[in-house]
């Protein structure tokens, strides 16, 4: 039986956010680029897992940056960190067809905030290939705390050993190899391709890189 494929979205599926995208988002809040970086991903966490809307993680990141945007300044940064985030890659998006039009088993699991998979949702309809999303948003769990993992197993009814996890990052992908689930550090579409071919033969970078 194959394994069950488990994808990360963000440096996978989709892509990470252009230059052009993070420019904008630092022209939008008006505020010098490296202290508005290290507030956006500081505060990220709580807004990714989903204890945090829009409009309250911009009003911490203004209250960090020392300032407070308004209601129009606010959906202004919703608009732009949406889009900066919107690419996607056409390449692991024919892929992703592919599996599910084989009958191979796929899931997602991301960090998302609640905005974000919205947008998702409404304008990117292979998502619909995946029938367990393990959103963070939605599961209030975060990679790569495990029980954002044991969340997807459960409701994949399935055991660590069954499961190929796909991420671009390291720590993630180690996070799920320390509960038994097979790894694949992502690096082009390609590589994940070959690394699909050939069969499963027990775990870790050697058998999965």
């Not at 709580?46 to 606010?74: H, N, Q």
């Not at 996070?175 to 082009?188: E, K, V």
């Not at 390609?190 to 027990?202: D, F, K, S, V, W």
Request: proline share 7%; glycine share 10%; charged share 25%.
């Amino acid at each position: 039986m194959d394994e069950i494929l488990l994808f990360d979205l963000f440096g996978v599926i989709a892509r990470h956010q252009s230059p052009a995208g993070r420019e904008r988002l630092v022209e939008t809040a008006q505020a010098p680029a490296a202290p508005f970086w290290e507030a956006y991903w500081a505060l990220r966490p709580p807004y990714d897992s989903g204890e945090l809307t829009g409009p309250g993680y911009w009003r911490l990141v203004g209250e960090a940056l020392g300032t407070r945007f308004g209601e129009r300044e606010t959906a202004a940064l919703v608009e732009a960190d949406i889009a900066s985030w919107s690419a996607v890659d056409g390449e692991m998006v024919a892929l992703i067809g592919e599996l599910a039009a084989s009958g191979r088993r796929i899931a997602l699991l991301s960090n998302i905030p609640e905005e974000l998979a919205v947008h998702y949702e409404r304008h990117q309809p292979w998502l619909s290939h995946f029938r367990v999303r393990g959103l963070s948003c939605r599961i209030g769990l975060a990679k790569p705390a495990p029980g954002a993992y044991e969340w997807c197993l459960r409701a994949l009814g399935a055991a660590p050993g069954e499961v190929l996890f796909v991420d671009d990052r390291q720590e993630n992908v180690d996070a799920a190899r320390a509960l038994g689930i097979r790894g694949h550090l992502f690096t082009s579409p390609a590589a994940l391709r070959e690394a699909l071919a050939r069969p499963a033969c027990g775990d870790g970078p050697e058998a999965r890189p």
